[in-house]
């Protein structure tokens, strides 16, 4: 028994491949946060005035609120004063029109990341949004989205070109106030990606934007908006990955999505920010929030997450289905390792009449990592009939990791059905062996084994994504194989 | 084929086998049967090499090589097969993907091409009649949810795939109603051949009605205390075994 474990021990130390710098010439805010960083972010920028002062009034908000301490995470206090908030590729400051006046340098970057931005190169029928540090650097695709009548964009961009737009939605989903981060990102988020699928659209590619931290002392603050007008419907996905330092980076950031009647949205994250060393030094601190609004009948949001990443993971993508007969959706599997650490569930907020949910979490805990899913699932009185189904399976890897399950549940319509099923499970030294006596090998065994139990949720990723999840996983789990 | 000379193993530092001889020839049949604590599980484990199973003396050749010296993957693609007293579950990883893993493991070892879907489709239909089971048995996931003739059965299933040189089962029958047992022990008698050895471990004589035996081992207190044609199992039907004790006392 011990010495599978230790074999286990060893082929999930990880191989973080995505852990390099690309040497270039950066522009870069001195550290510290005040209303003079806010006002010279938005002079960099160049906003409008309103945009400016929704800044302004977020930081006078967060000023005022605390840093939140329920989650099952242990870090220091974060000095917001030493991370410096914008830096950006000098390379971007005249601002590239098209996709060959982008910067040789972050092409190669992409690259070497496996998301080319030279259109011929890249996966038909994926367009991509490319977010370096604090800017967007290239989109691709944009023109054949443009005959569709979609809208797909750095959110610079969109503040610029569609202000009314971002004036309507904006905080719409995640108020100002919602949450400690939530209101630093507003005062402060930098770029991201914004999308608007016109009335009764079938997006006609996958959306994606991809997420590279590579300045040092920085925070990534950025900003995701998808509005899906009704009857439409859009597939969005998400990466991200950073640099190996032994210093901690922030990376905050909101996303907001609204579907109107009758449309859909579905939201995929691979997320695979540097978890830090074997001995738990540097990584990157993920406190990100999430929320969708199902405004219309018949609207549905799907959220699928597979988490490798992040010293600290603190995420809880969530749907308030305010439209009748709406749908949300949430699936994810967290993978925690040495000792990174995530609080990680969602939260579904039934307003509307026959709604449903569903809740599907998968965690796995290796190493020393603690693991906690939390979820809240809320009926509010006027939600009649509204169905929720939830399941928290947890699978440990080791005997010094840990899985914990927080569910809430509040209910105020006597109509409601809510199931919840819970299971933790330790990967078996007989599922092992079972595997071996039938002639595969430990490494093909522990990956076999644990993409088994993440089944449900990969097949809710499109393609692409669902097998980049299972490599992603399986180099997580790999060791130097002796 | 497999020979055990003054084999002796511990488990969790206990000694269980102590001075195991056994000899099998090709094609042959052996049946062991003993009492519960006897040492016939430990056996079978040991052959197939699993943790926490240790070798504390003697030596196990099979086709001529030190069976000892590997690891139970290799043993596998070696022709080594057991099938499980309790088959595990493994949720989320469909019994064709499962299977189609270890016959392509098995192969590539052998130095020869994996299997393709539509081969191997081909190849699971035909033998999944030799177990009387249904194609959709193969989309479940590998043994979870099975009834305990099902599981069974998927053992039978494997080692019908996977063509075993040297075929151990381990306690087969326990679990088993009579019509399972039926279906069980026709499918290993049609795997039958005279390049496939096999180690029948069981309880009862019931079984060996259906699988009938070349030689039958009585396995007491970690030795095997007597070796007979099948008759020796109605013998221990007849005496129970409370007779074989007396013998393992006075040996």
Known sequence: MSSTASEIDRRISRDYKEGFVTDIEAETLPPGLDEGVINKLSDIKDEPDFMREWRLAAYQQWLEMKNPEWAHVNYEPIDYQSISYYSAP?????????????????????????????????????????????????????????????????FSEAVKEHPELIKKYLGSVVPVADNYYAALNSAVFTDGSFVYIPKGVRCPMELSTYFRINASNTGQFERTLIIADEGSYVSYNEGCTAPMRDENQLHAAVVELVAMGDAEIKYSTVQNWYPGDENGKGGIYNFVTKRGACRGNNAKISWTQVETGSAITWKYPSVILEGDNSVGEFYSVALTNNYQQADTGTKMIHVGKNTSSTIISKGISAGKAH???????????GA?????????????????????????????????????????????????????????????AVNLIVNGFCKEVFNELPMEFAVEAQKLLEISLEGSVG | ??????????????????????????????????????????????????????????????????LLELEPEERARDGIFLAFQYPVEIPGVSNVYFLKAAVNAARKHRGEEELDAMDFLKLIRTKLKLVEMKEEFMHRAVNEGFSGGEKKRNEILQMAMLEPTLAVLDETDSGLDIDALKVVAGGVNALRSKDRSMIVVTHYQRLLDYIVPDHVHVLSGGKIVKSGDKNLALELEREGYGWVEQLAQAG
């Open chain 1, 371 to 381: 693991n906690a899913y939390r979820g809240l699932v809320r009926v509010t009185p």
């Open chain 1, 384 to 444: 009649d009939n509204a169905r929720n189904y939830t399941q928290c399976d947890s699978l440990l890897m080791s005997d010094e990791c840990g899985a914990h399950t927080f569910p809430y549940v509040e209910v105020k319509n006597p109509t409601a059905k809510v199931e919840h099923e819970a299971t933790t499970s330790k990967i078996g030294e007989d599922q092992l062996f079972y595997c071996k006596q039938r002639g595969l090998d430990e490494e093909d």
């Open chain 1, 90 to 154: 000098k390379s971007d400051a005249d601002k590239p029109k098209s996709l060959d006046e982008v910067d040789p340098k972050l092409l190669e970057t992409y690259d070497k990341l496996g998301i080319p931005l030279i259109e011929q190169q890249m996966l038909a029928g994926v367009a991509v949004d490319a977010v370096f540090d604090s800017v967007s650097v290239a989109t691709t695709f944009k023109d054949t989205l443009a005959k569709a009548g979609v809208i797909f964009c750095s």
């Open chain 2, 1 to 66: 084929m497999l020979s055990i000379k003054n084999l002796s193993a511990d488990v969790d530092g206990k000694p269980i086998l102590k001075g195991i001889n056994l000899e099998i020839g090709s094609g042959e049949v052996h049946a062991i049967m003993g009492p519960n604590g006897s040492g016939k599980s430990t056996l079978a484990n040991v052959i197939a090499g699993r943790d926490g199973y240790e070798v504390t003396g003697g030596s196990v050749t099979y086709a001529g090589n030190d």
